[in-house]
């Protein structure tokens, strides 16, 4: 069946640094793969997705890759703040299959 | 515009006992999922409604099970609760039309099972 492989599960950088979050997934027909943060407490919410057709997309210090090829994904931090502490969520979906399936998640730590 | 509303936001309940948990979608979204999230196990998938259709479901036992209405709102029920079905269950929408739909969550239902 359809999974998705995270890593790390947990991560803690400096302030100001980069975080790196990979993910796998094991259905080729998967097309859109959205990456969700949720903050202590709070439901999680989309910061960035991106679609099959695309190699990579980026919203100010948050970036995202595909390769298609070898069905990776990664999630890419710049300039690490506080207020980035949170767990990170990939997901992967294909249209036919009618559901997003989630990797396990990354606890992000940043230190001040 | 609203957003995603699940009630009850927390509930307690004993081993044995059945549970229903409701969720309004986006006005305008016809998708609903819905999503177990525990410690290390993330999120989940539990089942997918569209226009009162379940179009996918997850590998949950029989004892989950959810319809969804006319008006898109959806409900969950748990039977002959388990200690382990304590979690949050999460709920999203999407205007599930296909193609890449951003799930848009609730704040979740808190269940604890004693």
């Known amino acids: 069946g359809e999974n998705v492989e995270q890593h790390p599960s947990t991560l803690s950088v400096q302030e100001g640094d980069s975080a790196v979050i990979k993910c796998t997934y094991s259905d080729s027909a998967s097309n859109y793969f959205p990456w969700y943060k949720q903050e202590l407490g709070k439901r999680p919410q989309l910061i960035i997705d991106i679609r099959s057709n695309v190699g990579e997309k980026k919203d100010q210090r948050i970036a995202v890759t595909l390769n298609k090829t070898a069905k990776h994904f990664s999630l890419h931090i710049t300039e690490t703040q506080p207020e980035d502490s949170a767990v990170y969520f990939c997901a992967a979906r294909y249209t036919g299959g009618f559901k997003t399936i989630f990797g396990a998640g990354t606890r992000l730590f940043v230190k001040a | 515009k609203a957003g995603v509303t699940q009630t009850p936001r927390y509930l307690i309940k004993t081993r044995g006992q059945q549970v229903t948990l409701s969720c309004s979608p986006i006005s305008g979204h016809r998708s609903v999922s819905w999503y177990q999230q525990t410690p290390g196990q993330g999120l989940q998938f539990l089942f997918e409604?569209?226009?009162?259709?379940?179009?996918n479901k997850g590998n949950f036992p029989g004892r989950f099970s959810g319809r969804q209405f006319s008006n898109s709102r959806s409900e969950m029920n748990v039977s002959t609760l388990e200690l382990g079905d304590s979690a949050l269950y999460l709920c999203a929408s999407t205007q599930g039309a296909g193609g890449a739909n951003v799930l848009t969550f609730g704040a979740g239902s808190r269940l604890t099972v004693l």
């Open positions: 409604y569209f226009s009162e259709t379940q179009r």
